[in-house]
């Protein structure tokens, strides 16, 4: 739903079925919801999952969720400053009050990115709002630049996200370089680095995990 055009080719969702828990004959199973899916095939013999049904009670992002409980703490979370502020000679209370308007309202992630202007700053809250549903999406809201870049055309993306969440250091905490780096959603760990909220599908991988490392180590689990 937040693709563009509301299609995704079946190879990039196959690519990165596990970011997102998604199972190996997922591509099997889309006949069961032919209410909400179809399979495209176009002439070159790409395959493309299209969303057929819209369902407007799905199209609200996380991040407005934590809006309506707690406007504050967005507010606080976001910021895009106005350019050149410096140059207005503003005092500290009026500086905060010029970021904040510049900073909300967001735009949702569910609307169409197409239509706003590439480099306006509406179209750069959209952006931002695509990577933080898209990591609010993920098994450990996380991805690297290779799972992010897969789906760049999809989700309406530059090649300067890297530089563009690197200003919103409340929301994402960057590790690796520009060129090789991954994302993760800050309000999706603890303080102590931790994931907090664990899908079932990432505790059974820990899990697994554990027993092949102490199978290695010839340990009790």
Same mark, same amino acid.
């Given at each position: 739903?937040?693709?563009?055009?509301?299609?995704?080719?079946?190879?990039?969702? +196959?690519?990165?079925?596990?970011?997102?828990?998604?199972?190996?004959?997922?591509?099997?199973?889309?006949?069961?919801?032919?209410? +909400?899916?179809?399979?495209?095939?176009?002439?070159?013999?790409?395959?493309?999952?299209?969303?057929?049904?819209?369902?407007?009670?799905?199209?609200?992002?996380?991040?407005?969720?934590?809006?309506?409980?707690?406007?504050? %703490?967005?507010?606080?979370?976001?910021?895009?400053?106005?350019?050149?502020?410096?140059?207005?000679?503003?005092?500290?209370?009026?500086?905060?009050?010029?970021?904040?308007?510049?900073?909300?309202?967001?735009?949702?992630?569910?609307?169409?990115?197409?239509?706003?202007?590439?480099?306006?700053?509406?179209?750069? %809250?959209?952006?931002?709002?695509?990577?933080?549903?898209?990591?609010?999406?993920?098994?450990?809201?996380?991805?690297?630049?290779?799972?992010?870049?897969?789906?760049?055309?999809?989700?309406?993306?530059? %090649?300067?996200?890297?530089?563009?969440?690197?200003?919103?250091?409340?929301?994402?905490?960057?590790?690796?370089?520009?060129?090789?780096?991954?994302?993760?959603?800050?309000?999706?760990?603890?303080?102590?680095?931790?994931?907090?909220?664990?899908?079932?599908?990432?505790?059974?991988?820990?899990?697994?995990?554990?027993?092949?490392?102490? %199978?290695?180590?010839?340990?009790?689990?």
């Amino acid at each position: 739903m937040i693709s563009a055009d509301k299609r995704i080719p079946l190879s990039k969702i +196959y690519h990165c079925r596990l970011l997102f828990g998604i199972p190996e004959d997922f591509r099997d199973r889309v006949d069961k919801y032919s209410d +909400y899916f179809r399979i495209v095939v176009e002439e070159d013999g790409k395959r493309i999952l299209e969303l057929v049904k819209w369902d407007s009670s799905l199209a609200v992002s996380e991040l407005e969720r934590e809006y309506m409980l707690d406007e504050d %703490k967005v507010k606080k979370t976001f910021k895009f400053p106005v350019k050149n502020m410096k140059n207005l000679d503003l005092d500290e209370g009026d500086e905060w009050k010029l970021n904040m308007l510049n900073t909300l309202p967001l735009v949702s992630p569910y609307s169409d990115g197409k239509e706003l202007k590439l480099w306006s700053l509406e179209a750069e %809250k959209y952006r931002v709002g695509v990577i933080h549903e898209f990591l609010n999406l993920t098994l450990e809201k996380k991805a690297s630049i290779h799972h992010i870049v897969e789906f760049k055309e999809e989700l309406s993306l530059t %090649k300067h996200t890297y530089e563009m969440l690197k200003k919103q250091p409340k929301a994402f905490y960057l590790a690796g370089t520009e060129m090789n780096w991954v994302v993760f959603l800050k309000d999706g760990y603890g303080d102590d680095g931790v994931l907090i909220n664990k899908d079932p599908q990432v505790v059974f991988n820990e899990k697994l995990y554990r027993y092949a490392q102490n %199978k290695v180590t010839g340990d009790d689990i």
